[in-house]
């Protein structure tokens, strides 16, 4: 089992920032990538970011430049810092965590509501 617990959600307005973080524990020999994904209101969860334990990182192209993942290995903790934020990016964000050997099986955390004023 892993176990995932986020922070850093909260209420931000139009063009702020937030950071969230993800600390991981357990049985993390077993992963080989982190993440982040959200899910608005009325709408399916989707893929935010992810990075490799190796620092190869891959966005949903709606983040790729206004969002950043990282990771800190030594910490076993991944972050999200998200920038020019918008309406649009306002949802429950869960961080995720999977072995790229096994897509189907992944862990998550308890999520952490982000939203953005107009």
């Known amino acids: 089992q892993v176990q995932l617990v986020e922070s850093g959600g909260g209420l931000v307005q139009t063009g702020g920032s937030l950071r969230l973080s993800c600390a991981a524990a357990?049985?993390?020999?077993?992963?080989?990538?982190m993440g982040w994904y959200r899910q608005a209101p009325g709408k399916q969860r989707e893929f935010v970011a992810g990075?490799?334990?190796?620092?190869?990182?891959n966005y949903a192209d709606s983040e790729r430049g206004r969002f950043t993942v990282s990771k800190d290995n030594a910490k076993n903790t991944v972050y999200l810092q998200m920038n020019s934020l918008e309406p649009e990016d306002t949802a429950v964000y869960y961080c995720?965590?999977?072995?790229?050997?096994?897509?189907?099986?992944?862990?998550w955390g308890q999520g952490t509501q982000v939203t953005v004023s107009s």
């Open positions: 357990g049985s993390i020999f077993s992963i080989n990538v």
């Open positions: 995720a965590a999977w072995n790229s050997g096994n897509l189907s099986r992944k862990w």
């Open positions: 990075i490799t334990n190796g620092g190869t990182t």
